[in-house]
């Protein structure tokens, strides 16, 4: 029987239909005869969604306009564009749906209509009948509605809408690691420093809460060192010497500590109040690229918060390249909206986004650039605080393998890695050199992480 052998997963037609139908006239029809006639219907129209409440079966009970609708929706980027429709109370939609992206796509509509699979630069018309109220959408292809696919029609006159997605008050905001961060967004450079032949590197480090977005409409109160989390990346040579002057410019207390320096932490990382500066000089005596951090506790706050950042100091064989990048992995485990992290969520280990270089997805969006045959080297620090990052580049092989102070690959050997897996605080580089022009993909290859945001591209030209 077609109601046993529907795909859908979760309860049965007939059990979700009678948890949200609306209520019926009873004359002549028993309810439980109602309910079955009521999901025949449903069940031959189509595969229901989980969509809980939608109501559906009362788009029915306005008056009809007699006027027709017609929308032109694109699926492109694992959206649809656009992804909400207002149409008037009554009216009769049509959607028009056009895919640009080089997957295959549907639309689904949660009353039942819905279009056939269609592949790029196919158009394919959905009659989505008489709109009386709010109706969820989505592409039914495995993933893609959780990755965020899906489409709100409402009317002028609907209320309540569930299209209204808006965070409720002391809630942190949706993180959408698709979103477009929009036109004027201009990603971190990720150009690395050049080593210069400076041998004693002064600098002030200014602690900074700043509000600042880390993802396309998603604003954090950050505890950054010079404004911006990562901090700035600092490079030196084996045998230099650092002078760092840390001003806590914050409300609370803060200090730091500097993996590249091997020294007592009792006097250089005691935390400082507001206001106070303290100064820290450690001479680099080992190669690697390193972490620093706040030291503070909970150091899980203040890292989880943006107080983090990186130190090169070059191996002393390092050979020169075409192309360096450096890449910072973290993770946001965000608090309200324009309000520092949740603490509770650092500590069960959920973060809502991962990111390169303090933003969601940045470089899918503003690609790092690469010339085909150049050499490339990509340093790379897991500033955690939580999570183990696999960076891997699709189409391409790390011919030289640089981690925590020692070459585990270098050029010429049989031998290449796809990844290179980094613990928190860990860090080093990976060399490649693209075969032909393309969109080289970059990830963190631990997926989930990939998908909120731990994710970019390399146009090869
Ligand atoms: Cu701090």
Redesign the pocket.
């Known amino acids: 029987m077609a109601l046993t052998s529907s795909p859908a997963p979760g309860p049965s037609i007939v059990d979700r239909q009678a948890g949200h139908a609306p209520p019926r006239p009873s004359g002549g029809f028993g309810v439980g005869i109602a309910l079955v006639v009521l999901a025949i219907v449903v069940g031959a129209m189509a595969q229901r969604g989980n969509d809980p409440g939608s109501p559906e079966l009362a788009a029915v009970n306005v008056p009809e306009t007699g006027h027709t609708t017609t929308v032109s929706v694109v699926a492109d980027g694992m959206r649809y564009h656009p992804d909400t429709i207002t149409v008037p109370a009554g009216d009769r939609l049509i959607i028009e749906l056009s895919n640009r992206d080089n997957r295959r796509h549907d639309l689904v509509l949660a009353t039942g209509p819905r279009t056939e699979t269609v592949g790029q630069d196919a158009t394919v018309r959905l009659d989505a009948g008489i709109i009386g109220g709010p109706v969820e959408g989505w592409c039914s292809l495995p993933g893609h509605r959780q990755a965020g696919m899906t489409l709100t029609i409402t009317t002028d006159t609907a209320t309540g809408s569930h299209a209204d997605h808006t965070a409720s008050p002391g809630s942190s905001a949706p993180v959408d690691a698709m979103a477009d961060p929009g036109p004027e967004f201009v990603a971190r450079d990720a150009t690395a420093p050049r080593t210069g032949s400076d041998r004693v590197h002064r600098l002030e480090l200014g ?1 900074q809460e700043t509000v600042r977005e880390v993802a396309p409409g998603v604003r954090q109160r950050l ?1 950054t060192f010079n404004g911006t989390a990562p901090g700035p990346v600092l490079r030196g040579r084996v045998g230099d010497t650092f002078e760092i002057t840390l001003i806590n410019d914050g409300s609370i207390d ?2 730091i500590d500097f993996h590249a320096g091997a020294l007592a932490p009792d006097e250089p990382m005691r935390p400082i109040d507001p206001g106070e500066r303290l100064t820290y000089r450690f001479t680099a005596t080992k190669a690697g690229i390193w972490m620093y951090h ?1 030291s ?1 506790t909970p150091m899980l706050l ?1 890292i989880g918060n943006g ?1 983090f950042g990186a130190v090169i100091i070059d191996p002393p064989d390092l050979a020169p390249v075409d192309r360096e990048y450096v890449l910072v992995a973290s993770e946001f485990y965000l608090g309200p909206d324009g309000e520092p992290g949740d603490l509770d969520k650092m500590r069960a280990e959920q973060p809502d986004a991962v990111v390169f270089n303090g933003y969601v997805s940045q470089y899918a969006h503003r690609p790092l650039t690469a010339t085909a045959g150049e050499r490339v080297r990509i340093w790379l620090l897991d500033a955690g605080p939580n999570r183990a990052t696999a960076f891997h580049v699709v189409g391409a092989h790390f011919d030289t393998v640089y981690r925590e102070g020692r070459y585990e690959l270098r050029p010429g050997e049989p031998g290449a890695a796809q990844i290179l897996d980094l613990l928190p605080a860990g860090g080093g580089f990976v060399e490649t050199v693209f075969p032909e022009a393309g969109n080289y993909p970059f990830v963190s290859h631990v997926m989930v992480d990939a998908e909120r945001g731990a994710r970019g591209i390399i146009t090869v030209h």
């Open positions: 602690v505890w803060h200090g706040c503070t203040h107080m």
